[in-house]
């Protein structure tokens, strides 16, 4: 795993998930209580972009069967039966923000 630059802090909306991509993995970033957290950003259910979905609270909802996801920590906490999102480790230095992936 190596730190990777994937996107300015202040791009990143609490309202609104962000898709970026190291290499072949699809990853979205979420602004939650000031806190900028990495997932999956495919649905485990289906293939679907979370950044796509929904954020309501610290939760992320799939915007094609409504899997709710912890996003703080991936964990699935209603919906189809599925696995929880892989999450990533994020750092922030000088307004960047890095993913450990």
């Known amino acids: 795993m190596a730190w990777q630059k994937v996107a300015r802090e202040d791009a990143i909306d609490a309202d609104i998930p ?3 991509s190291v290499g ?3 990853i979205a970033l979420y602004k939650v209580d000031g806190q900028v957290y990495g997932t999956s950003n ?3 259910h289906q293939f679907a972009l979370l950044s796509d979905g929904y954020i309501d609270g610290d939760c992320i909802e799939c915007p094609l069967h409504q899997a709710l996801f912890h996003i ?3 964990k699935l906490r209603s919906g189809p039966t599925c696995d929880d999102l892989k999450t990533f480790p994020i750092k922030i ?3 960047e923000v890095f993913v450990d992936c």
Do not use: F, K, Y
């Open 72 to 74: 703080p920590t991936g």
């Open 24 to 26: 072949e993995q699809l």
């Open 42 to 44: 495919v649905c485990t």
């Open 18 to 20: 962000t898709a970026v």
């Open 93 to 95: 230095e000088d307004g």
